[in-house]
């Protein structure tokens, strides 16, 4: 692995030989190797062959992002891009580069390149500018090599792939991404060249080799047999190795895949957040590529971020996805002709990456449209998402193998979405509750439920708006009632999340941890709040006046500007942050310590899902404490005051009961509010988590939102 090699953090020519004694033992210790490099010759293959051969015997892949050398005539065509696979003009341009770098080639390294590109272990791709009027060349030199267990080691610094490179005056820079402060660096050249391999890059556009020009170099294949050595298959025959699964897995995940084959390959994995749902997913789909021998795989994400994290896990178990989302140039192209080669046999696998929105589109039905339901899976990632109505298109019938996941599969107050998603991936066929995993695979947690009330005009408000709804739930149902009062509910709802008396309770607490942790001689890290939509500013502002360094985490902030913060606050750079609901699904803060609940959602999907987020394990965590900001009656008032204060502790208490029931302090949280119920004579509450009250209650008697 590459945490076996002791690596120096700049390695120089004038020291070092760059090729033997750094890329050399790194490949022999990787399964991928993607490189972006200006120029590349035949020269480096000679010389890191040792390396090569033996990254390849260990089923790795190679992927080379190059700069085409370009006379002046060829530069306009250049600007077509992606029109090479169609366009005349280019693809005669790119097949002559390919011819004289096969002429520069010695007959034995030729001979490996040919075979390597054959077996699709290594794959050329040419980058060239986007603008017109670019005179501009990738010009880069960055390498990331991958081993089985996740780690990456990245190099960057001026050194080509040719023999000349090799003789000038080079160095690289090393960043290992398992070491604390050089793991921001590595992610930050692994994310900016993966999405330059993906044609997401704003100044260059990456060209596919046509496959003409592709099959034309194979053909330069001057022996019967390959001159490396491949893995093994059970029969012995040494075969290229495809989709395969790169984890160890767990016993439960194990048991999960075992139970979805079961189950006829379909199924929901109801597991909790953070308990490796993508990677049992993905050795699910790599034991059917195994068992079937080909395989394409669609799988659908609710947001642009898990796409790309998606990305780098399939290229780990050796799927290499196409990305398709309004983000991605001329996915369509790519999806069409993947599947052509696949249904002809020249592909043994497809793997196809959409957000829900794309894949929910009549463009993405019809570009998958060939695909053959008995070889094609489907995984619904958050798959409660695609119960939605404009959303239910993206579960494709073209796909007999079905595989949904989400921690909460059931939607809240919406029977006909739930009937659909069952329905399309059929029933859970496992389960693995949070309270299984927390303690080996999820943080331990203390929980402590913080009562507040709302203010007399609060109070006064919340009163007036329940009896409009019940006006309302109780009148003919038509749909502009219906829309009546789902704005009601709303309004009721946000007054409950952004109750007036929350934020000061939680700076005082806030002030009482940043002593404390004074006092014992370290900084306060590590704190995430939640708020209500509409009140985080004042929030930022409330914390960042108690002198934390703190930045907002909602929808606006970009995709790499959220890694960088996240970054930040592993780092302890960053000590707050304060988000609205953009952590709900897919984004991980296992460097959260202390967590602030001021959101009061009462909806399952939402706040389970944002306990999960803090529940990850992270190096020297031990547990985790939420603080849950829960709106009860003033204990000025009379049981018998009224329906309102029912209706509070009807919304407010099944949370209570989800997050006590897992925590270490159980009992001493049940404590908090047991005088309380028992007042109001709902000690039953006690014992009721969500789904029990959602069969209880009518839709009108509860929000569906904060």
């Not at 017109?132 to 960057?156: N, T």
């Not at 040719?162 to 991404?177: C, M």
Request: aromatic content about 8%; charged content about 25%; some cysteine.
């Amino acid at each position: 692995m590459l945490s076996s090699i002791e690596l120096l953090p700049v390695y120089d020519s004038a020291e070092h030989d760059l090729v033997r004694e750094l890329q050399v033992p790194l490949l022999k210790q990787s399964h991928d190797y993607l490189r972006g490099v200006g120029f590349f010759t035949s020269g480096w293959l000679r010389i890191a062959a040792e390396g090569m051969y033996e990254f390849i015997a260990g089923g790795g892949r190679a992927r080379f992002v190059i700069s085409p050398t370009i006379e002046e005539g060829d530069w306009e065509a250049l600007q077509l891009g992606e029109a090479a696979r169609f366009d005349g003009e280019l693809r005669a341009l790119l097949e002559k580069r390919i011819d004289e770098l096969a002429a520069s080639l010695e007959h034995d390294t030729l001979n490996a390149l040919a075979w390597m590109v054959a077996d699709g272990l290594l794959e050329f791709r040419f980058a060239v500018p986007r603008a017109k009027e670019s005179r501009s060349a990738y010009h880069d030199k960055i390498g990331v090599f991958r081993d089985m267990d996740g780690c990456a080691v990245v190099l960057h610094g001026s050194l080509n792939d040719s023999i000349q490179g090799s003789l000038n005056g080079e160095a690289f820079s090393v960043f290992q991404s398992w070491v604390p402060g050089q793991q921001p660096y590595a992610q930050k050249h692994i994310e900016r060249l993966e999405a330059l391999w993906a044609n997401a890059n704003a100044q260059f556009r990456v060209c596919r080799i046509p496959d003409a020009i592709r099959k034309r170099f194979i053909q330069l294949r001057t022996t019967q047999s390959r001159p490396y050595r491949l893995v093994s298959s059970p029969d012995g025959d040494a075969v290229p190795k495809g989709p395969r699964c790169a984890a160890h897995l767990r016993p439960y995940q194990e048991e999960a895949i075992a139970a979805w084959i079961e189950a006829d390959c379909r199924g929901i994995f109801e597991m909790a957040t953070g308990t490796g749902k993508t990677i049992t997913a993905l050795a699910a789909a790599a034991n059917r590529y195994s068992a079937l021998g080909h395989l394409a795989v669609i799988v659908v994400v609710p947001y642009l971020h898990l796409l790309e994290q998606w990305a780098r896990d399939c290229l780990a178990f050796g799927f290499s996805p196409v990305l398709c989302s309004s983000n991605h140039d001329r996915w369509q192209i790519e999806v069409k002709s993947r599947i052509q080669d696949f249904n002809i046999g020249a592909r043994s696998n497809v793997c196809i990456l959409a957000v829900h929105m794309t894949a929910a589109s009549d463009r993405f039905r019809d570009a998958i449209s060939r695909l053959k339901p008995e070889c094609t899976l489907v995984i619904g990632d958050e798959a409660h998402g695609l119960g939605a109505g404009h959303l239910r298109n993206a579960m494709s019938e073209r796909a007999g193998l079905r595989l949904g996941l989400s921690a909460t599969p059931r939607r809240w107050y919406d029977d006909e979405g739930t009937a659909a998603i069952v329905g399309y991936f059929g029933k859970t066929c496992f389960e693995f509750p949070l309270e299984k995993a927390i303690g080996t695979y999820l943080t331990p947690y203390r929980y402590y439920p913080e009562p507040v009330s709302l203010t007399d005009e609060e109070l006064e408000e919340y009163e007036a708006l329940t009896a409009r709804i019940t006006l309302l739930a109780r009148a003919e149902s038509t749909p502009e009632q219906q829309e009546k009062l789902k704005k009601l509910l709303l309004r009721r709802a946000r007054l409950i999340s952004s109750a007036e008396a929350k934020l000061p309770a939680m700076l005082s607490l806030l002030r009482q941890t940043m002593l404390r942790d004074q006092a014992n001689g370290h900084e306060t890290t590590g704190i995430l709040v939640y708020c209500a939509a509409g009140t985080h500013q004042e929030v930022l502002r409330a914390v960042g006046g108690l002198g934390l360094r703190c930045h907002e985490f909602v929808h606006y902030v970009s995709l790499s500007e959220r890694e960088r913060l996240l970054r930040q606050f592993a780092d302890g750079d960053i000590q707050a942050l304060v988000a609205v609901r953009c952590l709900d699904e897919g984004v991980d803060v296992p460097a959260t310590k202390i967590a602030f609940v001021m959101a009061s959602s009462t909806n399952p999907r939402e706040f389970v899902q944002r306990r999960g987020r803090i529940l990850r394990l992270s190096p020297g965590k031990r547990e985790a404490v939420i603080y849950d900001y829960i709106v009860v009656p003033s204990s000025a008032r009379a049981p018998a005051a009224g329906e309102a204060d029912v209706s509070i502790l009807k919304r407010e208490m099944p949370r209570f009961v989800e997050f006590a029931s897992c925590a270490q302090n159980e009992f001493e949280a049940r404590q908090v509010v047991r005088d309380l119920l028992d007042r109001y004579q709902m000690l039953n509450l006690l014992d009721e988590k969500p789904w029990d009250v959602y069969h209880q209650l009518r839709q009108w008697d509860w929000s569906t939102d904060e």
